[in-house]
């Protein structure tokens, strides 16, 4: 069963691809359309102090200066990207999953991060160029992190509601939400650089593979 999305991001949407080939500081420009476009209730939850904002509206290409309000700097900017990527992620994965439990649920959640839509590759793309930097900033890396974290209880949850209600067997619950964690990780990163062969029908193909079974 596949599962379809309707509403395009603001920020996958206008970021376009060049994340993927000048890395998430050349394409600040890009990144920027995404950010000035994004719903206010995201940007304004991202206000920074006013220190070098005008320098970082330069770098990021706003000639109008509308970042310069919201971000202090370009890591700021950066940051604010990632967390979008995850905001808009997270939206889709409670309207798509509803009151569906157990494998349902599960297949439900996969499916919004998987990068099998315009949109959701365009994220990808965008978080997996920000992973670098990551690296070597802790804020950044707490974004991911914690995003993980959040995908990896809420996997561990409908796989424990699929065992309750007899659809897998018992399983070691913590290594097979890693498992399928890995496995959606890995789509990111092998979709955004070969998305010809990583098409949506394989991607469900391997998820399904890995997936435990009764």
Known sequence: ???SISRRSNVAATAG??????????????????????????????????????????????????LAYYFADKDALLRAAHELVFAATNERIVRASGDARGMSALRAVCWEIMPVTEESLLEARIATALWQRAMYDIDTRAISTTA?????????????????????????????????????????VTASLAPQ???????WSVLEHSLPRS
């Not at 995201?42 to 290409?61: F, M």
């Not at 996997?155 to 290594?175: F, K, T, Y």
Request: net charge neutral; proline share 6%; charged share 25%.
């Open 197 to 203: 062969s990583m098409t949506p029908e394989h991607q």
């Open 17 to 66: 691809l060049g994340v993927m080939t000048a890395g998430p500081t050349r394409a600040l420009p890009s990144i920027t359309a995404g950010l000035t476009r994004s719903p206010r209730r995201h940007r304004a939850r991202l206000r920074s102090a006013p220190s070098g904002r005008h320098r970082s509206a330069e770098e990021s290409g706003d000639a109008n200066g509308a």
């Open 1 to 3: 069963m596949l599962f």
């Open 148 to 188: 993980w974290d959040k995908w990896r209880r809420l996997i561990e949850r409908h796989l424990d509601d699929a065992v309750i209600d007899g659809e897998i067997d018992s399983i070691d619950l913590p290594v097979a939400a890693d498992n399928v964690l890995v496995v959606l990780m890995g789509f990111q």
